[in-house]
Each structure stands twice: as structure tokens, then as C-alpha cells.
């Protein structure tokens, strides 16, 4: 679903938002903590789907080995 970057990224904008928008007491607002709500359970629910099969990726690696000799 989401590369590790985007998800780092919109780690960043959630963390930023809390913090920020805690400080000046504007989380009450809804318009405020809605969008910030999405954003961290994009984040949850990308833990959860995005599983890597690390069988596929011993594999590739035991490939890309074979094919250096």
C-alpha cells in the first residue's frame, strides 16, 4: 500500500499535527482532529496489510547471488 517513505512521512505530519495543534489547544475542533485521525489510522492499517514475505525475498537474494559467481 504505502513505501516506507510515505509512511515516515505521514509519521512525521501526524506527530507535527498532534503536537502542534495540542500546544494552541485547537484539538477539540473537529476539522482539526479529523484529518489527523486519518492520517494515523492510514498508518495503522498499512502496518497490518503491507506483510513482506521474507521467503520471496531470500529468494531474490539467493538469485542475485547465484547470478555474481
Known amino acids: 500500500m504505502l513505501t516506507d517513505r510515505q509512511s515516515i512521512f505521514l509519521c512525521i505530519i501526524a506527530i507535527v499535527g498532534f503536537v502542534v495543534f495540542g500546544i494552541l489547544n485547537m484539538l477539540d475542533h473537529i476539522y482539526i482532529a479529523i484529518p489527523i485521525i486519518v ?22 537474494d539467493i538469485i542475485k547471488q547465484e547470478d555474481n559467481l
Open 39 to 60: 492520517i494515523f489510522m492510514i498508518i495503522i492499517i498499512n502496518l497490518f496489510v503491507t506483510k513482506r514475505d521474507p521467503e520471496v525475498e531470500e529468494e531474490q
